[in-house]
């Protein structure tokens, strides 16, 4: 890939994935740039606490019919 920038050698990301329920939600997310003048540079996102709203098993709507108000 093409370096990002003039000020950074090299820039390494991990993306870490949680199976929540039915879902795959981001759990942690990790980089690390080679800047040029300060060095090396970490960064470290955390994610937790996730709430699912809805449920989750696929189910058909009910049949409306044309006189029944939404």
């Known amino acids: 890939a093409k370096n990002p920038?003039?000020?950074?050698?090299?820039?390494q990301m991990v993306l870490r994935y949680s199976r929540t329920?039915?879902?795959w939600l981001p759990l942690r997310n990790e980089?690390?740039?080679?800047?040029?003048?300060?060095?090396?540079?970490e960064l470290t996102i955390d994610y937790f606490d996730y709430?699912?709203?809805?449920q989750y098993?696929?189910?058909?709507?009910?049949?409306?019919?044309a006189g029944?108000?939404?």
């Not at 920038?5 to 820039?11: A, E, G, K, P």
């Not at 980089?31 to 540079?41: F, K, M, P, V």
Request: proline share 8%.
């Open 21 to 23: 329920g039915p879902f």
């Open 57 to 65: 098993k696929s189910q058909a709507l009910p049949a409306r019919s």
């Open 51 to 54: 709430v699912v709203n809805g």
């Open 68 to 70: 029944t108000p939404q």
């Open 31 to 41: 980089s690390c740039a080679n800047a040029r003048i300060l060095g090396n540079t």
């Open 5 to 11: 920038s003039l000020w950074i050698r090299d820039v």
